[in-house]
């Protein structure tokens, strides 16, 4: 894992600072308490091939052997029961801080990405990092403590024999990282491609329908397919570079492994002659309790080198949430609160693009008083729905300015502004519950009386009494189970409980049939009175009554002004209404 994920990862550990430090300190003293048994076992050994058969003293130190190592597994159970928990808490933590950065992105960066793609970063990408963290605690703390206690009782041993195991352990060590590194790209692959594809899947799913009604299963299969197989190769290539890791360490820890047998074999011969006379004697206990630490001493890299992919993978994965953890956050706007009602809303000389080299909504002019109805229609693609994310300060102007009752609107709060108003879409959202919660979204206090009212307004009533549970039938959270029209009339009985101060309403009515299409809007009209209502329509017979239309091409006003003003001029907007055959 690279510098940056770990000091990231470390600061979220800190916080839980009782199983960060409990499970350290546990892991290290079993981890110590296994290293007191090759001792032990290799006085057993010399006791019985230079003292005799001393069964009672043997049965004591096998005593002693078996209470160190019970205990040691024990200390090192409940450090790994501690350290897991740790990495699940941890990553709880940074799913939290991910979901609110996620509500607090700007709408920009939230539609330059794929859902898919942020879902993973939430899920499989979290699940990753808890399992990288969790091994790279556990394989550092355990580890390090073993290369301690390792070195402090061969030294104590028999320095020379120790010398050969330290000159030629580090091969092992060298062999992983260079492999390691080579791996780095690989992983990094693996979860680009794992994004792409969780990306594709999800539009694909969500696009089913269209998929089915224009026959685009088998291309779609294909396009999964190649997604498939280039997870599949990058995947393979960066499995087969773990896998490799480990092998090739473990081929040089058992040539160290031979050659302390040989070099430590030379001095138990030597022990009563030339190896004594340097300080250097070993007993054949001595020699065993030596092979031991010579494995202990290459395990912390073995180990390491065992969970190269999880530790790889979980870098990428932390990398990939911590960019959009570092994303600047949307900010606050200003530090008012619109006062409400609003009587006038005015754009002044507006100007806005998407991408800087080219220039979309430019000298945009006009003036919602408060209590009027008004009407942005044009073509498609025409900047309808931009201009209606400025008014709720989705997006920020980049030319001009909006003024609330002669204040900018950057002075109000984002929040402030987003509440003053509220929204039917034509693309309806909804969330997996009951009706009855969707509907009371916007005010989770109503009654049921204030419930029933704003569903008979949006005549949603007839549709939910066919249903077994009534308003306590509960939905999916993309509403599958209901027509288009169902769940653009729950929507609109949203915003009939709500009753907000000012109106959007982005094709309201679209997805209903033409007979009550025309029981909605009359209800409208009494939701309308007083309200200040902004109207984007494609169906101009919902706008002639409105107190001043706003005609859009190509990011710019064309015309504007009411109904009867427009017909007179003859312009584009009577060219829309002889399109729609005079409606």
Known sequence: MNKRVISRLMSYAFRHKACFFGGLAAIIAGTALNMVAPILVGRAIDLAVYCGTDFAMIGRYCIIIAACVTLSGALVWSGNILLSKLAFMTVRDVRRELYEKLLTLPLA??????????????????????DGLYQGLLQLS??????????????TLNWAVATTVVCLTPFSALVAVMIARRNRVSFAQQSANMSRMSGTAEEYFAGS????????????????????ADLFRSGLKSQFAGALVNPMSRLVNNMVYAAVAIVGGLFVIGSGGWSANIGAALTVGGLSAFLSYANQFARPFNDVTSVTAELQTASAAGNKIFELLDIKSEDKGGDKLPELPVDYIELDDVAFSYTPD?????????????????????????????VINLIMRFYDVTGGKI??????????????????FGMVLQE?????????ENITYGKPDATDDEIFAAAKAAHLDKFVSTLENGYDTVISGDGEELSEGQKQLIAIARVFLASPEMLILDEATASVDTMTERAVQSAFAELLKGKTTFVIAHRLSTV??????????????????????LVALGGMYTQMLKAAGGE
């Not at 685009?216 to 299969?221: D, H």
């Open 358 to 386: 080219k220039p979309f909504i430019q000298g945009l002019d006009f003036r919602a008083d408060g209590g009027k109805k008004v009407a942005i229609v044009g073509t498609t693609g025409s900047g309808k729905t931009t």
């Open 209 to 228: 329908r269209v998929l089915r009604a224009y026959g685009c299963l088998p291309s779609s299969e294909n396009d999964m397919e190649k997604l498939n």
């Open 109 to 130: 960066e939230i539609d330059g990405r794929s859902r898919g793609d942020l879902m993973a970063r939430m899920s499989t990408f979290g699940e990753n990092l808890s």
């Open 142 to 155: 355990s580890g390090a403590i073993t290369l301690a206690v390792t070195l402090v009782c061969m030294y």
């Open 544 to 565: 002639r009554d409105s107190d001043l239309i706003v005609v859009m091409d190509a990011g710019r006003i064309i015309e504007k002004g009411t109904h009867d003003e």
């Open 403 to 420: 003024v609330y009752d002669g204040e900018n609107i950057e002075l109000f709060t984002r929040e402030g502004v987003r509440k003053s």
């Open 428 to 436: 309806t959202w909804l969330f997996g519950g009951t009706i009855k």
